[in-house]
Antibody, heavy 119, light 106 residues
Framework: QLQLQESGSGLVTPSQTLSLTCAVS??????????WSWIRQPPGEGLEWIGY???????YYNPSLNSRVSISVDKSKNQFSLKLRSVTAADTAVYYC???????????WGRGSLVTVSS | DIQMTQSPSTLSASVGDRVTITCRAS??????LAWYQQKPGKAPNLLIY???SLESGVPSRFSGSGSGTDFTLTINSLQPDDYATYYC????????FGQGTKVEIK
């Protein structure tokens, strides 16, 4: 059974960089046909896809966040990471990592990590 | 980018009711649509993919239909465990979600 677990800072100062890591267990991040995404959900709101990475390292980001986002993969540790620069209060959200089966729909999710942007 | 619009935003229903949630895409997405259920404090859970395929382990009272721009999620005989928020998501062109439909107790 694949499991994903987010970790990182729960409190970030405005204008700084949000950093989160998603550890994958029960399967390989290099498995073909899968891509690995970050998705966020502001308190009381809906879901927003942030970006994805493939095990090859290829990435694509939501155009609305593109200039501030980077996602990287560490195959040796079976994990992938998110960095979001120049954060504001609007970036306060629960951040989920998820696997897209066949690079399509999200069948495995982490439990989510609440990140609050505040001074 | 493709916009997804769900209706209604909130729905009140009783146990045993048949519930229908609609999702409309801003352009044709063929059958590249998934549905998720989310309970408070939990991650979303995949219910339906490719518009009408039931994910393994999901009760058969859940069903999906539609293609192109108009899609429907139906819950036959609503159960107490089904009170939650439901999201549609297109994967024709990257990924976007609908705004959600909350199913409440009537």
């Amino acid at each position: 059974q694949l499991q994903l677990q987010e970790s990182g800072s729960g409190l970030v100062t405005p204008s700084q960089t949000l950093s989160l890591t998603c550890a994958v267990s029960g399967g390989s991040i290099s498995s073909g046909g899968s891509s690995w995404s970050w998705i966020r959900q502001p308190p009381g709101e809906g879901l927003e896809w942030i970006g994805y990475i493939y095990h090859s390292g290829s990435t694509y980001y939501n155009p609305s966040l593109n200039s501030r986002v980077s996602i990287s993969v560490d195959k040796s540790k079976n994990q992938f990471s998110l960095k979001l620069r120049s954060v504001t209060a609007a970036d306060t959200a629960v951040y989920y990592c998820a696997r897209a089966r066949e690079q399509a729909y999200f069948d495995y999710w982490g439990r989510g990590s609440l990140v609050t942007v505040s001074s | 980018d493709i916009q997804m619009t769900q209706s209604p935003s909130t729905l009140s229903a009783s146990v045993g009711d048949r519930v229908t949630i609609t999702c409309r895409a801003s352009q044709s997405i063929s059958s590249w649509l998934a549905w998720y259920q989310q309970k408070p404090g939990k991650a979303p859970n995949l219910l339906i993919y490719k518009a009408s395929s039931l994910e393994s382990g999901v009760p058969s009272r859940f069903s999906g239909s539609g293609s192109g721009t108009d899609f429907t999620l139906t819950i036959n005989s609503l159960q107490p465990d089904d009170y939650a928020t439901y999201y549609c998501q297109q994967y024709n062109s990257y990924w976007t979600f609908g705004q959600g439909t909350k199913v409440e107790i009537k």
